[in-house]
């Protein structure tokens, strides 16, 4: 099943994409069982970014979550100023940051949940919620002014 079109993210990665229905569920595991996180080489992982690590196709990095979203954040690069507090505080690690610079969204894994845009200090926001359908590039260019306090 494939939800491209009004999707942003790339939702072809379910479980039948991955030949994957004759396999247990996770409540079938047996216990104590150990599944890779990575193919092949693991030890250097953590000093990889997350593009250039080779998942399995069992680590949730490889599952898009963006058909669960009914909202999504909205950045603006031009009033951020990379403080990192979204970064710090998104519970899906779907912030994309390198070298200390907001670089942008991970739809495919951001949930929708609001937190960054809610942690974001700058007047005005530079993370902003929308409609999941709404356009980002008309959003950006009827972002709202500064609040005088
Ligand atoms: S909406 Fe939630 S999941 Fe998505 S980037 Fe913001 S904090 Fe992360
Ligand atoms: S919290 Fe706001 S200002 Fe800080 S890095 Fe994120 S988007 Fe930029």
């Given at each position: 099943m494939s939800m491209t079109g009004?999707?942003?993210?790339?939702?072809?990665?379910g479980i039948r994409e991955l030949g994957a229905e004759e396999k247990v569920g996770w409540d079938e595991v047996t216990q104590g069982v150990a599944l890779n996180s990575?193919?092949?080489?693991?030890?250097?992982a953590a000093f990889l970014t997350p593009e250039e690590r080779v998942y399995?196709?069992?680590?949730?990095?490889?599952?898009?979550?963006?058909?669960?979203?009914?909202i999504k954040p909205v950045y603006n690069r031009?009033?951020?100023?990379?403080?990192?507090n979204c970064w710090v505080w998104c519970p899906d690690t779907s912030i994309i940051s390198r070298d200390k610079q907001m670089l942008g969204i991970d739809y495919d894994h951001?949930?929708?949940?609001g937190v960054c845009v809610e942690v974001c200090p700058t007047n005005p926001k530079s993370l902003l919620m929308f409609n999941e359908q709404a356009d980002n590039d008309e959003e950006l260019a009827a972002w709202p002014v500064k609040e005088k306090k």
């Open positions: 009004s999707t942003p993210g790339n939702d072809n990665r990575f193919v092949g080489e693991t030890k250097n399995n196709d069992f680590n949730s990095y490889t599952a898009t979550v963006a058909s669960w979203r009914i031009d009033i951020c100023i990379d403080c990192q951001c949930k929708g949940c």
